[in-house]
C-alpha cells in the first residue's frame, strides 16, 4: 500500500514537473521573435514599462535599468507615448510615481508620459493596457528573462507586441526572481487562456 502511494505522488511530481517545462518552453519559443533591438523600434507609438520595486523615492538596479532603455527608445522618437504601469496606490509606496519623476530629471517631456497605478502585476499592466488605452501596438520595456511572460499575455489579446530588454545584470535575488517567473509563466499560460 505504501509503495503505491509512493509511486502516485512521485508520478504526479514529474507530470508537474514536466509541464511547467512544457509551459515555459512554449512560451519562450512562441515569444523569443518579439524581442528586439533599439534599432529595428520603428513605427510604434506606445510604449509600456512594467514597474518594480522603488526604494523610497529612488528606483531599485532592475528598475533604474528599465528606465533608461526606456529613455533610449524616447531619445530616438520623442513621439513616443511612455505607460509607466506599477503600484501606485498610495503615497507610502508609488512605483509610478517614483518610476515619472526618474524620466521627468532625464528630460522626458511630461506631455508623454502616462501612468498606469494600477499595474500590480504583469498580468495586470497588460490587460490595463488592453482595456484602458485601446491601442493594438505596443513595445514592452523589462528585463528579457520576463519579456516572454510580457510578450505571450500581449499575444494571447490579440495586442501587436514586441519587447526590448532592458540592461541585464546579476540583480540581488536574481535566483529566487528565476524560479518565480517559472512559476508566473504557468499562472499566466492558463490565465491568459481564460481571460480575453
Do not use: C
Not at 509503495?3 to 514536466?18: E, G, L, P
Amino acid at each position: 500500500m505504501l509503495k503505491k502511494i509512493i509511486i502516485i505522488i512521485v508520478s504526479i511530481i514529474i507530470t508537474i514537473i514536466i509541464l511547467t517545462l512544457s509551459i515555459n518552453i512554449y512560451i519562450y519559443l512562441t515569444t523569443k521573435d518579439k524581442i528586439i533591438k533599439l534599432s529595428d523600434v520603428k513605427d510604434i507609438d506606445y510604449m509600456l514599462v512594467l514597474g518594480a520595486k522603488v526604494n523610497g523615492n529612488k528606483p531599485s538596479l532592475m528598475l533604474k535599468d528599465r528606465l533608461d532603455k526606456a529613455i533610449e527608445v524616447y531619445n530616438q522618437n520623442n513621439n513616443i507615448k511612455i505607460i509607466l504601469s506599477g503600484d501606485g496606490r498610495t503615497k507610502e509606496y508609488d512605483e509610478v510615481s517614483v518610476m515619472q519623476e526618474y524620466l521627468l530629471n532625464l528630460g522626458v517631456s511630461k506631455d508623454n508620459i502616462i501612468l498606469d497605478k494600477e499595474g500590480l502585476s504583469t498580468s495586470n499592466s497588460i490587460y490595463n493596457f488592453k482595456n484602458n488605452f485601446k491601442v493594438d501596438k505596443v513595445l514592452i520595456v523589462t528585463q528579457e528573462y520576463h519579456l516572454y511572460r510580457a510578450l505571450y499575455i500581449s499575444n494571447k489579446l490579440d495586442i501587436e507586441s514586441y519587447g526590448i530588454s532592458a540592461k541585464k545584470e546579476n540583480y540581488h535575488g536574481w535566483l529566487f526572481r528565476e524560479v518565480r517567473e517559472i512559476l508566473a509563466r504557468v499562472k499566466d499560460f492558463f490565465k491568459a487562456s481564460i481571460i480575453k
